[in-house]
Nanobody, 123 residues
Framework: QVQLVESGGGLVQPGGSLRLSCAASGSIVSINTMGWYRQAPGKERDLVAAITRGGTTNYTGSVKGRFTISRDNAKNTVFLQMDSLKPEDTAVYYC?????????????????WGQGTQVTVSS
């Protein structure tokens, strides 16, 4: 099995910064794309940013220039640096990873989710 554990959420004032981390563990062979999604109350879960194993990144328009996604392949970890935070960034942030894992003498490729971490931007 594979687990994703997030950390780094919290309460911050508008204009402030937070750094989210997500570490994957388990019977991992390799991890393809890793990403961050967010879900505000009453809204759907949407992609914020994603990064391939080779480092190609993709951002949703509202966070371009403010958020930076990065990863450490050796540690199976993805980060989201969030700067110039706005109240509309308030949401539960979820980590996602497309993982090739091994178990029971076979390989399997699946998407995994973290448990979510709350980010609140408010004065």
């Amino acid at each position: 099995q594979v687990q994703l554990v997030e950390s780094g959420g919290g309460l911050v004032q508008p204009g402030g910064s937070l750094r989210l981390s997500c570490a994957a563990s388990g019977s991992i062979v390799s991890i393809n794309t890793m990403g961050w999604y967010r879900q505000a109350p009453g809204k759907e879960r949407d992609l914020v940013a994603a990064i391939t194993r080779g480092g190609t990144t993709n951002y949703t328009g509202s966070v371009k220039g403010r958020f930076t996604i990065s990863r450490d392949n050796a540690k199976n970890t993805v980060f989201l640096q969030m700067d110039s935070l706005k109240p509309e960034d308030t949401a539960v942030y979820y980590c996602n990873a497309n993982v090739l894992a091994t178990g029971n003498f076979r390989y399997s490729l699946n998407n995994y989710w973290g448990q979510g971490t709350q980010v609140t931007v408010s004065s």
